[in-house]
């Protein structure tokens, strides 16, 4: 016999206190009203929790087992699995069981092999100096401001993204290419619709909706592209071999693979998967990292303080590198770290993780039945006075001490264990070297923004 906690009524479609586009309130008001565990009911007869202690985080990430299951991107999912022509699984995303294991087993040894994605350093550094003086070039005369700034990101993030994964440049920045401008819709297209296609009454499953059609329409621009430039790097790599092999070289040793693609061809990944996992890449790579770095600058804008101790270390780096963002120029940005880490904390992307519990457990006391789904509460609880003293304060001091400052569980930007984020190197190294590369520009000076619930600093999915 189960015992379920508290439940809290979902009006269909939502109305009143609750809303689907402002999930951080959501929280709160939960948390407020209910606790700290509260049982949501969902269309379908799906059971949602949402988990606002951390200790109750670290129990229920204890109990993932070996498959971590998860509940997202389920018409993705679909899409995929309907053209086993073009890809062999639904993708890292939306795959639960040994068929994720065996797709991510394979591709962390890539993503997460510290060579391979500092081999893209000097040309991720190169695009991120092109970004700084873009900026100082088209700040509006009078004003000195920057128009359209977070299109801007995102289109900086696109080139960082394909720079790291696929290492080819769209082109320059301020260019309008067709295929740039192509891929950044599709990408903007497909993570607008998965939240609205996971959840409610799922009639995509049965008939094309709308908003099915969107996501077709999306992902066969982002297939057609990753498949061009996998195809590439796929003939490259058979020509450098046949070429070898007509000169009478031996085979290059795998275990000087230098870049992430190119360890992708050497892992054993079929081809359908590889392309399967740079479109998830970009996916993943190009919003995430725009609004991370948007955060970032709203911060510092307005705590003049914190942005000059950054624009001190900067400067004091990069004069002693030649301007240039090196391996060892990162390992020693010491302030960066922290006021990356104070973003994450106020700012995450993400509400939290979600988890699908794989069988019958206790948390707090209560009997969680299998099959229900579990999300992390980390955005509200992060800025609860109980974990950090002036929780509202952006403060990147408080995580220059040798202790961590509060639970491990509270802030999990990139998530924790076996499906943690994939992408966490490249993300990072792409963040903190365009972070340092705009921060060090005497030219550059963020003008105080007031961000407030009505106006964010997201675009709005149409």
Known sequence: MYVHVKSTPVPIPPSGQYSPKRLHHNGRLKLQQFGPIVRQKLPGNTNLLYLFDPEDIEAMYAKEGRYPSRRSHLALQKYRLDRPHMFSTGGILPTNGKHWWELRRRAQKSMNKVSAVASRLPQVDEVCKEFAELISKVRREGSGRVGHFLDLQKRLFLELTITSLLEVRLGKLDDHSDEAEQLAHAVDETNCVVLPTDNGLQLWKYVRTPMYRRLVSAQDTIYRIAFKYVETKDDELRHARQKKKAEGESEPDTKHVTSILESFFESGLEDKDIVGLVSDTLMGGIDTGAYTMAYVLYSLANNQDKQDLLALEARRLLDA?????????????????????????????????GR?????????????????????QNQVISRLPEHFPDPQRFLPERWLHKAPPAHPFVVLPFGHGPRSCIGRRMAEQNLQTIILQVGSCSSVRMAKYILTERKHMVSRCG
């Open 356 to 376: 699908v519990i794989q069988e019958d457990t206790v948390i707090r006391g209560f009997r969680i039945p299998k099959e229900t789904v579990v999300v992390t």
């Open 321 to 353: 590198s030649d301007g240039k963002v090196t391996t060892k120029v990162l390992s020693e940005a010491r302030y960066l770290k922290a006021v990356m880490k104070e973003t994450y904390r106020l700012h995450p992307i993400s509400i939290g993780v």
